[in-house]
């Protein structure tokens, strides 16, 4: 459906270098990457509202980039909602069909979905000005899909909304796509909605795209440094390798599999590390005693540095455990995890 | 002035603060009501009756008209590129449609008879074309449009940047064209500081004297006639003109605050 070849754009301190993206139809491919990664920027190329300085884009088969925005048929949805404010709700929704030949009657039952799916019918004599964040991305959403885009391209689209409003839009989300033939694209930088709506992703770092594949294969096996420390694992080490052993500061660790490339890097998840006093017999192929160096409070959980030896791991444990064990600074204890666990690359 | 804070702690500061506040207003306002007290209601009923009065009351208003008019053409595709772009020298670019607003009045004047006169190319071809800038209404018109285009573009220029380029991008994803976006989007959303910068423009080009002496001393407008009623005749038989051309002026003034104030009320 969407085919990127070889896309590089310049935009002052920007850039996009070398692009290479293939999203199917009706897709939900979300793009993830740090602030400043060129997420917005490569949505804004798509959509023909950037300059691109080389490289080509293909909606269906089509090379679109020398089509106006308005010829491309892409949707497009901010962060901040961009609603018109000097019309009503329903004109905001309807503001695409001045421009687009559609079926009257095709239109009608069109614009009665969405309304049903996105529980606006209560808003559209309203001016936009006082609603809710999560009312005025529903309507955002409405008004982009009015018009049948073949692409969706939604830019954050939840990152300023309220908890309670977060989780309504993204419901919303899911039943638009699963109900329409319309390719969604999404950029954000919240797991959650990665994992809840996507199927496949993109980790863009510096203009770079640096890892495609099914969001789970992202999360358990991070393809570089940067995508490691990016989707939250915290224990990432540069390691020698032996069949399937890592070695690193003095460490051997066992792997579930044998490395090809000689030296690189073991990443192992702060929750798949487990925190005991004693020794554990268990299935645990690794197992090291440290010393706690630091108890950080996150809220729900305390996050645990425990060094052993010239390492340091990150793991995270409940409140309740924290007590249960009678864990404090500079005590001892022992760090454990599964062969399975250590993610190397 | 308002003083509505009670918990202000009124030391030294405050009082000289206020006493400032005082001395301006009474510097602004008591030349004014002056002026306004001075001539008899006779005196303004005859004044307005002398048809070179009402002539070159009538003259500013429409040559200041035109002037903002012609910056509303010719200044609002430029407000609206500044605004959305930036490119190489743009700071030069508005720097020199800042630079009419710090030339001295009487120096416009000649300098735009300097290219519009014969010894210049530009006056030649004019000539020949058969517009005369010296002593006629486009002469007027021109330094008028000199002295006031800054107004209108930085108005203008200010109510388009406060329209979010975003806007425009859902608009034209949503099928639009640049010109059906900028008719149904930007224009409702930025025309009151379009309005406001009219306004402006021509509040600034119905007090220009200086420039307009240099190229016209007739026909004559409102300004020039004042000047040479005060030199003739004395102080009372320019003030009844004053006062009329002031009154004109505030008319100006006044809408421009309820628009703007209206639009501060809205956001």
New interface residues.
Partial sequence: MISIKGLNIELRDFHLRDINLDVAQNEFFILMGPTGAGKTLLLEAIAGLAPVKSGKIFIGGNDIIGLPPEKRGIGIVYQDYALFPHLSVKENILYGLNFHKADKKEAQQRLAQLIETLDLFHLLHRRPANLSGGEKQRISLARALMVDPAVLLLDEPLSALDPQFKADVRAALKRLHETSRTTFLMVTHDFTDALSLGGRAAVMHNGLIEQVGAIEEIFKRPASAFVAGFVGMKNLFPAEFSKNKATFSGLEIELAGAPTNGHGYIAIRPEDIVISRQILSSSMRNSFRGVVAGILDQGFYYELRVQTQEVSFTSIITKSSLIELGIQESADVVVSFKASAVHFF | MMLTRRTITRGPFFWLSVSSGIVIMAFILLPLIQLFVAPSVEMLRVSIQDKDVAHSIWLSIYTAALAALISFFFGTPLAYLLARH?FKGKRIVEGIIDLPIAIPHPVVGIAILGVAGKNHVFGQLLAELGIRVMGSVTGIVTVLTFVALPFYLDAAKAGFEAV?P??E??????????F?TFF??TF??AWRSMLVGLIMSSARAIGEFGAVVIVAYHPMIAPVLIYERFEAYGLKYSQPVAVWLVLISLILFFLLRILTLRKTVEQ
């Fill in positions: 930036d979010s975003r806007l991008k859902v608009s034209r994803s949503l099928g639009a064209s640049m059906s149904r989007i409702p959303l």
